[in-house]
């Protein structure tokens, strides 16, 4: 089984060092040169539970160069997806898997506009990582990651995927209503990013402090009141699903917080301004998701 990530920040590389060091042939597809430079010329490094390991691994800037895929997952930046499933275009045989494990919503929308429905497959993760330098990556936090169908069927592709994903220590489950996850994972995000971005906090710092933690609970009260509005079931209680997954990613510091360290464009308009644009569709007031998203659109913009 062939596969390919088109993007290598921290958690393209966590899968894709995940996978390779189980034994799969994987290949890291990014345009960072200095990231790609150092995972091909001195493999990539992973620190993980206070040991570091260097994974030998394939990595290019050049997707041309890597032939065709049984599977592409993508885990660039919401914004890139469009590009990336271009990219991704010469990869593509008659039975090629895409899979989005990427953050927030619009992603299948972007994906199934250049590719066949049928060979796009939907995931979230609860892992987290952080990019420590080029070519050095923190695995710093589990999660159990869901894959479905966009049909909502079990089928025998998406049974082997997670088997292959569980062999190389990615706790995987097959969902037959992936739409759920999507929304649960955007709830997540939406209780976690703009935050940690807003205040420097590592995810966990978020429930230290009441006033954050209030905060928090607010973005995820509005997010999941949308969600029921637009009739997706979330299973138990939201605001203890996102306190679950903060405890579980305590010591990482969230992918918006890593792009505001490194003053870079963030994914806001698909987690809080994607709750905001679907909050305004349904006519529902959701004062706290609208002020994070100004908040860091304006920062965003004085990079
Ligand atoms: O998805 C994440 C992210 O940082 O984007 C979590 C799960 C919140 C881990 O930090």
Redesign the pocket.
């Known amino acids: 089984m062939k596969t390919v990530i088109m993007g290598a920040g921290a958690m393209g590389s966590l899968f894709g060092g995940l996978l390779t060091r189980m034994g799969e042939e994987v290949w890291l597809v990014d345009n960072r040169k200095e990231q790609i430079d150092t995972i091909c010329s001195a493999g990539l490094s992973l620190e993980e539970k206070g040991k570091l390991q260097i994974i030998s691994m394939n990595a290019t800037s050049d997707v041309t160069s890597v032939g065709k895929a049984d599977l592409v997952i993508f885990f660039v930046k919401t914004y890139d997806t469009e590009r990336a499933v271009s990219d991704a275009l010469v990869l593509e045989k008659e039975d090629t898997i895409f899979l989005t494990l990427q953050?927030g919503l619009g992603n299948e929308e972007a994906i199934c506009k250049k590719m066949d429905r049928k060979k796009v497959m939907l995931g979230v993760t609860?892992?987290?990582a952080t990019l420590q330098g080029p070519g050095h990556i923190r695995h710093a936090?589990w999660?159990k990651t869901f894959i479905g169908e966009l049909n909502h069927q079990i089928t025998d592709r998406a049974i082997r995927m997670a088997q292959s994903f569980c062999d190389a220590g990615i706790e995987t489950e097959v969902s037959s209503n992936i739409h759920e996850h999507v929304w649960g994972?955007l709830l997540?995000?939406t209780g976690?990013?703009a935050l940690t971005a807003l205040t420097g906090f590592k995810?966990g710092q978020l429930l230290d402090y009441p006033e954050t933690a209030r905060l928090m609970e607010r973005l995820v009260f509005e997010a999941a009141e949308v969600a029921r509005r637009k009739g997706v079931h979330i299973e138990g209680d939201p605001i203890e699903r996102v306190r679950k997954?903060i405890e579980a990613?305590r010591e990482?510091?969230?992918?918006?917080?890593q792009d505001f360290d490194h003053r870079r464009k963030t994914e806001i308009d698909a987690i809080n301004g994607a709750v905001v644009r679907e909050a305004q569709s349904l006519g529902i007031p959701v004062p706290f998701n609208q002020a994070v998203t100004d908040l860091v659109k304006a920062i965003e913009k004085s990079f």
């Open positions: 953050n609860g892992h987290g936090g999660g994972k997540v995000n976690i990013n995810n997954a990613t990482n510091r969230s992918s918006m917080g």
